[in-house]
């Protein structure tokens, strides 16, 4: 069965520190991964990653993908309250198919 | 583009009540995609379709769930009869085959009590 985990499902810190969201997987068919962002609704989309060692960036975010040890990494430097959200993982598991994590919620107190 | 569009964006309803959710996909996307998402199991795939066509519907909890693309402009949910541990949100999203992105839309908050 097509799995994602993510750690931590929870995560509070202080604006201005800097985050580390981890994302590990096990998938027959691995195409991409991708994150997403969750606020209050719909999820909106970060990064797709489709090759190991080619860091994706986007302002104070970036990811990473592991294709060996089969992981990714999103980092968050800077952080401010508006980064507050619940961050998802997912994998391309098969033809436009995402399998998603659990999610880690972060919260950014000022 | 107006996005994922789906109705309605808040159901209430009661237990053994018949339940439709409805999803307008972005123009031109080729894959529509159910999901739902609770606290305890997170975002779960139900069913998605390519080119109208149900691929994979592994993932509807059970026959009272049922789905169906009668149109590329157009796609429902159907719960029958629906219970509690159906309240959830139900996210519908779409992709087309040049762009693997996922675009969600709103979802809705369907509450059975």
């Known amino acids: 069965e097509d799995k994602v985990v993510q750690s931590p499902l929870s995560l509070v810190v202080h604006e201005g520190d800097t985050v580390t969201l981890n994302c590990s997987y096990e998938v027959t068919n691995f195409r991409s991964l991708l994150w997403y962002k969750q606020e209050k609704k719909a999820p909106t989309f970060l990064f797709m990653l489709?090759?190991?060692?080619i860091e994706k960036k986007s302002g104070r975010l970036s990811s990473i993908l592991d294709k060996k040890e089969l992981f990714s990494i999103l980092n968050i430097t800077a952080t401010q309250t508006g980064d507050s959200a619940v961050y998802l993982c997912?994998?391309?598991?098969?033809?436009?198919?995402?399998?998603f994590g659990q999610g880690t919620r972060l919260t950014i107190n000022p | 583009d107006a996005g994922v569009i789906q109705s309605p964006r808040h159901e209430v309803t009661e237990m053994g009540q018949e339940v439709t959710l409805r999803c307008k996909p972005i123009s031109g996307h080729n894959s529509l995609f159910w999901y739902r998402q609770t606290m305890m199991r997170g975002l779960e795939l139900l069913i998605y379709f390519n080119n109208n066509v149900p691929i994979d519907d592994s993932g509807m909890p059970e026959d009272r769930f049922s789905a169906k693309m009668p149109n590329a402009s157009f796609s429902t949910l159907k719960i029958q009869p629906s219970e509690p541990r159906d309240s959830a949100v139900y996210f519908c999203?779409?992709?087309?085959?040049?762009?693997?992105?996922?675009?969600f839309g709103s979802g809705t908050q369907l509450s059975v009590l």
């Open positions: 489709t090759s190991s060692g």
């Open positions: 999203a779409s992709s087309s085959r040049t762009n693997e992105k996922l675009f």
């Open positions: 997912a994998v391309e598991a098969g033809a436009q198919k995402l399998v």
